[in-house]
């Protein structure tokens, strides 16, 4: 059987090192996961305890609706107005999606279509790539570099380059997976760009409140001029540590929320009413939590860059995100990300993400999640140590 919008998906790199990572447990190894972002922090107790609580009234048990209750739209523009002093129309500027991946995949269908051309960022993150993909449209790569001059100069070479001329320009910073993150004055000369050439610029924030070292990441909307050309998704997954509610927004141009709407209310009814009462006390009571979040993930940040220097493994200390980009020691480099991660996991019981899975970019390192406290990364770092018995 043919099964059309599938058929050309490269082998997903990923679930080898997670087939050898199973294999090992069944053998009884102590494997230490550190390749799949997945938040191992609770939930806010608000959270739970209301959503128990609505999940209790029957008449949460009906459809909701595909935009969002209200309230938690409402819940949703106060939070940027705190955040980042930007004013949203709840009813024509927010729209609350299933997660972050559902939100940007439909919004490339509303975008894109066949022949249709749209930029993104290489490495990246695999939704970014296939969602347009699956919209019919043509990616058209932009190398990304950590200094943010070079990539705005490779962003605006490649679009007057590309033909047909892309409709869709694609963002993430706080960058997953190399963390690269940018400056307000990036946000605003990308806008400034993407408003003379009338182009649409989608930025995906899941890393907003992650943030390092007194770095603030920016969220594109606060740039002059933003709501005209772009649209911004953010998610309670890393923020609030919601990973497996799917309760995610896309915010900005009203416009292109309103194209959403209209496809999403032929596809879903919304996420679980009790899930979005929860989400609304949330975000309403409990404000700071995305800075405890914040302050552990940084706090695991610095004991896998100190504990790695200390066997030889230099790398530079991101700014943001929940991971660390690594590129895979010099003696180590010819065999591929892949081959690498594969050794890691069966000879120290470490488990990484191989760059080559966020796209050929991504070739010659192995992202690092921090997912487990620092006992369990201090031992992932002594297991690292016996294994790459070649470094410094």
């Known amino acids: 059987m043919e099964f059309r919008r599938i058929t050309g998906l490269p082998p997903y790199v990923f679930t080898i090192i997670d087939t050898l990572k199973v294999e090992a447990r069944r053998a009884g190894e102590d494997v230490i996961d550190l390749g799949f972002g997945n938040p191992d922090l609770p939930s806010p107790d608000v959270a739970v305890e209301k959503l128990v609580e609505a999940a209790q009234m029957p008449r949460n048990h009906r459809y909701s609706a595909s935009r969002g209750l209200p309230k938690l739209r409402e819940a949703m523009a106060d939070l940027y107005q705190r955040r980042f002093g930007v004013s949203l129309d709840p009813d024509t500027e927010v729209i609350n999606t299933i997660g972050a991946k559902e939100g940007f995949s439909h919004l490339m269908w509303v975008l ?13 993150y695999p939704i970014h790539l296939f969602a347009p993909l699956f919209a019919g449209a043509n990616v058209r790569e932009m190398p990304l570099t950590s200094n943010q001059d070079d990539f705005f100069d490779t962003l605006t070479e490649r679009f007057e380059y590309s033909w047909p001329r892309p409709r869709v320009i694609v963002l993430s910073f706080p960058h997953n997976p190399t963390t690269t993150c940018v400056d307000a004055d990036f946000m605003q000369r990308v806008v400034d760009f993407a408003r003379e050439k009338e182009v649409i610029l989608v930025h995906d924030f899941a890393y907003a409140d992650l943030g390092f070292d007194g770095y603030r990441p920016p969220s594109i909307l606060e740039a002059e001029g933003a709501k005209e050309v772009a649209v911004e998704l953010y998610s309670m997954t890393k923020s609030f540590s919601m990973a497996g509610w799917r309760v995610a927004f896309m915010v900005g141009n009203h416009e292109v929320i309103g194209a959403l709407a209209k496809l999403k209310s032929y596809l879903d009814y919304g996420t679980f009413q009790p899930i979005q009462i929860a989400a609304t006390v949330t975000m309403n009571e409990a404000p700071d939590y995305p800075q405890v979040a914040c302050a552990v993930y940084e706090s695991r940040r610095d004991t896998l860059i100190e504990g790695l220097a200390r066997i030889g493994w230099d790398v530079e200390p991101p700014k943001g995100t929940m991971f660390t980009w690594a590129p895979i020691p010099e003696q180590y480099r010819e065999m591929g990300s892949v081959e690498f991660a594969s050794k890691l996991v069966k000879e120290a019981n470490v488990a990484l993400s191989p760059g080559v899975g966020f796209g050929p970019g991504g070739e010659g390192h192995v992202r690092f999640a921090l997912i487990e406290n620092e006992q ?12 790459l018995d070649r470094l410094g």
């Open 112 to 124: 894109l279509q066949a022949g249709d051309s749209v930029l993104v960022p290489a490495p990246s």
């Open 376 to 387: 369990r990364i201090n031992q992932a770092v002594r297991n690292l140590r016996g294994s």
